[in-house]
Every structure is written in structure tokens, then in C-alpha cells.
């Protein structure tokens, strides 16, 4: 049995030309995403990092504020300070 070609209509070959092109698109688009998707996980991981720096600054800092507030207050007791004249003004203790 002898196969018989036949010859596609433009309309068909048109319509899978079509096909091939939107898959070639589709995947380079789906590529592109990849790529933007590892570029966003890795300022994610950075700013991560950054958000672990600093909880840790402000941390210390609070440390460093209590260990100086325990300073002063040893020194010149309880009272305000104004930081414009450098003034400590004690305050009375509550009766």
C-alpha cells in the first residue's frame, strides 16, 4: 500500500506556524520570569540580611542606653536631663 502525500492548505501551515511561534514566546517569556524571579529572591535574601543587622544594632543600642540610664542615674540619681543646656535637674522623691 502505496502512502499518499497531502499537501497542507496555507491556511494550516499558517496556523501552526502560528503555534510554534506562541510556544517560542511563551518560553522565552516563562525564561525571563525565572531569571526576574531569582533576581527578586536575591534582594529578598539581602534585605533579610539588612533586617537582621539592624534588629541586632537596635538591640545593642537599647542595651547601651539601659547600661548608661543605670549610669547616670547611679551618679546623679533620678531626674531630667535637657539636652539643649546639658542641665541634670533631680527629681524629688514622691511623698
Known sequence: METQEIKLTEQEIQTIQDLRARYANTTAQMGQLRVEQMLVNQQ???????????????????????????????????????????????????V
Open 44 to 94: 529578598v535574601k539581602r534585605l533579610n540580611e539588612l533586617d537582621e543587622k539592624f534588629q541586632a544594632e537596635y538591640l545593642a543600642t537599647q542595651s547601651d542606653e539601659e547600661k548608661f540610664a543605670k549610669e547616670i542615674t547611679e551618679k546623679y540619681g533620678n531626674g531630667d536631663i535637657n539636652l539643649e543646656t546639658g542641665v541634670f535637674t533631680p527629681v524629688s522623691p514622691s
